[in-house]
């Protein structure tokens, strides 16, 4: 038996682990993230070849993300996602959550414009063009909270709780197009409050700490409400195959668990980097205002206490 025009076959066995990390490629995955690597890969090496130096860490967490997008469509675990809610929320949460947390903290926009050629006077080439992207109207407007907070939410009650997301798993084309939406709505989520990268819409790092909290409660909501439902809420997933032997309700309620989850894990892992990010900022300035009064002998210092010593040659 198929399901939903994926000439999958329904009848898996009972899930496991084991079962669920065997290959299985979606091929439009496959290629994206053969392709997101190999120009990753094709910046650092233009990089090192001119003499200029690229962080490892940086190196190792934009591969770890993409191989987290691997692991999630280009495995068993995207055939059990069909059949299975709880395994579908892993999906979700792994892609929308985890993968744009690793690929910012790469920093490929910043590897782009290091790495691309300037074009010659007059000229419009690669590098151009995504300076001009990062600096455009419709970049400031989908970075800003105001879209995005909004945006994070509806992906979550917008599409479980309406048909939206049934009509979506009808076909291979909408399945794939869910994915690449949760990719989508996590990279502009977090690229304001932790990338690394420059964007048009980069606030204090209160401010973002305040943005990456906005957005996380109504995550823990979501999962709260599919675990105390009393029946199936997503039609998709409410006659599982016999072979899985799972029950529905018991399913989304795994998966309801599994939001509440991810609502605090990436929660943690966005904290330690704002505070890693915003210490490493403080240092930067601390020296580079060391290095402008070691240039000018500090005079802003001389000047302060000129006017400390004004004041109190006023009071006598």
């Not at 419009?124 to 419709?138: A, C, D, I, Q």
């Not at 943690?268 to 930067?284: E, H, M, T």
């Not at 580079?288 to 000018?296: I, P, T």
Request: proline share 6%; glycine share 10%.
């Amino acid at each position: 038996m198929d399901h939903g025009g994926h000439g999958m076959n329904m009848d898996l066995p009972p899930f496991t682990l084991g079962r669920g990390l065997e290959f299985s490629a979606d091929p439009f995955f496959l290629i994206g993230c053969a392709v997101a690597l190999a120009l990753y890969g094709y910046g650092v090496v233009r990089l090192r070849r001119r003499g200029d130096g690229w962080p490892v860490n940086r190196i190792v967490l934009f591969v770890i993300g993409v191989l987290s997008i691997a692991l999630v469509m280009c495995t068993r675990l995207n055939d059990y996602g069909m059949v299975m809610f709880s395994v579908h929320m892993v999906q979700h949460m792994v892609i929308s959550m985890v993968s744009p947390i690793l690929l910012l903290l790469g920093a490929p926009v910043t590897l782009a414009l290091r790495a691309l050629p300037v074009a010659g006077r007059g000229r419009t080439g690669p590098r151009e063009l995504l300076l001009k992207l990062l600096h455009s109207r419709y970049l400031k407007v989908v970075t800003h909270p105001v879209f995005t907070i909004p945006l994070f939410i509806a992906s979550l009650y917008g599409l479980y709780f309406t048909p939206l997301f049934d009509f979506l798993m009808e076909s291979k084309t909408g399945h794939i197009a869910m994915m690449v939406h949760f990719l989508a709505v996590g990279l502009v989520f977090f690229w304001p409050i932790m990338g690394v990268d420059p964007g048009p819409h980069r606030p204090g790092y209160v401010m973002r700490m305040l943005e990456l909290f906005a957005g996380m409660p109504f995550h823990a909501f979501f999962g709260i409400a599919l675990m105390m439902a009393s029946q199936p809420m997503v039609k998709a997933y409410e006659n599982p195959p016999a072979s899985l032997g799972i029950d529905a309700l018991g399913d989304q309620s795994a998966a309801g668990g599994i939001a509440w989850a991810f609502s605090e894990i990436p929660s943690v892992l966005v904290l330690i980097a704002l505070v890693f990010q915003w210490y490493r900022s403080d240092q930067r300035t601390a020296k580079r205002s060391d290095r402008a009064a070691d240039r000018d002998g500090d005079q802003e210092l001389k000047a302060y206490n000129a006017y400390l010593a004004s004041l109190q040659a006023r009071g006598q």
